[in-house]
């Protein structure tokens, strides 16, 4: 039976992902030198695609990397001398704050309970912070920071740098990035890719405060700071060999996605997490995780269930769907619904369809 991966991440392959990667073996595009004109038409393209699907602006550096956990270290290593600020509530909020401190930043946090966002009219940022560091979803907790909520920090804290984490709601998070100064995202979720590659979108501000640290002789990193990334970038090429599949499939996706239209896969995602909040919310025995509707993550619903989580996953993937356990303390007694675009309408349809059969 064809399973459909409703996980968190790795998760469904987006529909034309298997076609790309039989194309990128067919054309020899893991063999080529990512110093060839093709591996440098491929990296040009890919920048182009991403830029027109998340609107990008010139002004803004489209970095490389391994994963959206090395963008948490290269955002602290780069634009925070000693000061970084967190807002955390969930695994990878926490996650980002954590390696501030391995990084011996002094980092401070705001916190909130699983569950749950912040109100941020009632904080207040202290002067010094370098950089205020959001999740904008928290995958682990299905809690969702509202775009306009991240605006207002920014727009209060003008001084600070703004680093926004979007890896399980990009491509459906819509961002001004005039708005903000550093946004970051592996591939492995909501652009249902195989996993491997991080993409860090760095503005001006964020590059400039790189090159005054690296003058005044702070460690901003070695092969992966933001000059040598720049440099290289410039070039449409990396200083270390990069993952070339993955460039070469992520520009593929953002053209077929851009081909469907952002509009109309955005309509997609909010009629589905429409579908299956609606069908959760007045279910008896499942209870939706985040009770503030402001808060709630369209692109990964949190569900408490009755049942053992274990069974339930089981039955679940005996029926061809295979959903996420609940994140950490959670694992017993919660399940994760990723609604990513790589998921049709039909198939939620067919997820919630076997829900109301028992
Ligand atoms: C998955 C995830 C990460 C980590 O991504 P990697 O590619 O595994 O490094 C970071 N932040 C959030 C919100 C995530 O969901």
């Known amino acids: 039976m064809k399973k459909v991966f409703f996980t968190a991440g790795p998760s469904q ?45 010139k002004d803004h550096h489209v970095f490389f990397l391994g994963s959206a956990t090395e963008g948490m270290e290269r955002i602290l290593e780069n634009t925070v001398e000693e000061h970084s600020l967190h807002f955390v509530n969930g695994a990878f909020s926490k996650k980002f704050f954590r390696i501030a401190e391995q990084l011996g930043k002094n980092a401070k946090k705001f ?51 703004l ?49 005054f640290l ?31 599949l993955g460039i070469y499939l992520l520009g593929k996706v953002c053209e077929d996605m851009l081909k469907k239209g952002i509009g109309t896969i955005r309509k997609e995602t909010e009629e589905k997490a429409n579908m299956i909040y609606t069908f959760f919310e007045k279910h008896e025995d499942y209870k939706l995780f985040v009770k503030d509707k402001k808060n709630r993550s369209l692109t990964m619903i949190v569900i408490e269930t009755k049942e053992e989580v274990k069974s339930l996953l089981s039955k679940l993937s005996d029926a061809g769907f295979i959903v ?35």
């Open 163 to 211: 680093a926004v984490d979007v890896v399980s709601s990009a491509p459906y998070v819509n961002i001004d990035f005039n708005k903000v100064d550093l946004v970051f995202f592996s591939v492995q979720k909501g652009f249902g890719m195989p996993a491997g590659l991080g993409v860090l979108i760095v503005g001006p501000k964020a590059f400039e405060k790189a090159k």
């Open 214 to 244: 690296f003058e005044k002789g702070v460690r901003i990193g070695s092969y992966h700071n933001f000059l040598v990334m720049e440099e290289y970038s410039r070039k449409y090429q990396t200083h270390d060999t990069p993952n070339v």
């Open 111 to 161: 916190e909130a309970d699983a569950g749950k966002g912040f109100d941020v009219r009632e904080i207040q940022i202290p002067a010094e912070t370098e950089c205020i560091c959001v999740t904008q979803n928290e995958t682990s907790t299905g809690v969702s920071f509202p775009m306009s909520d991240i605006y207002t920090l920014k727009k209060r804290n003008k001084n600070s740098l």
């Open 13 to 57: 392959l987006y529909s034309t992902v298997q076609e790309h990667i039989k194309n990128a073996l067919r054309d020899d595009i893991l063999s080529i030198s990512h110093r060839s004109k093709l591996f440098i038409e491929i990296f040009r393209t890919t920048t182009e695609n991403l830029r027109s699907l998340m609107g990008i602006p």
């Open 324 to 358: 996420s356990s609940g994140y950490g303390a959670f694992k017993e007694s919660q399940i994760r619904i990723a609604n990513y675009p790589s998921t049709s309408v039909e198939d939620m349809k067919n997820l919630i369809a076997y829900f109301t059969k028992f």
